[in-house]
């Protein structure tokens, strides 16, 4: 089972470049595994969409209930983010050699954590996976 990231998860549900080749991944996939950041990250992406005039917000709306009802529907195995997970996100910052921001850290420590392979769409992501010896995969045009 994967863990998606964001990037991979707001392709499959929002028209964007990379848009057919998530629905191909998650068309192969049962029950790929999120993390309560993606969720928290999927619903900011949402209201930045909205902001800038990319969606109406019924649109938001509509996309924010289906992708709720789809974690409730267990589309997803939810991976439940705990002290463990922050640690380990703090241990890789701490190395100072890997550019990381703190999503993406956690992103990184919740699939190594659970053995989970990281699927993304963000480049940077994917090269601080393989730099931390992690198995990773990037969704690419």
Known sequence: ????????VVA?????PLSARAQEF??????????????????????????????????A?????LFLTHLDGGWYTRIHLHAGHFRSARDFVERFDVPLKS??????????????QLVTA???LARNAAILGLAVQLITL
């Open 1 to 8: 089972m994967p863990y998606l990231d964001t990037s991979v």
């Open 12 to 16: 499959y549900y929002l028209p964007e």
């Open 26 to 59: 998650y068309a192969a996939q049962t029950s790929p595994a999120v993390s309560e950041l993606v969720e928290l990250e999927f619903l900011a992406a949402l209201s930045q969409r909205m902001r800038v005039g990319d969606l109406l917000r019924v649109q």
């Open 61 to 65: 709306e509509q996309v924010a209930s």
């Open 103 to 116: 999503p993406d850290a956690l992103h990184l420590a919740a699939a190594a954590a659970e053995g989970l």
């Open 122 to 124: 963000d480049q940077q």
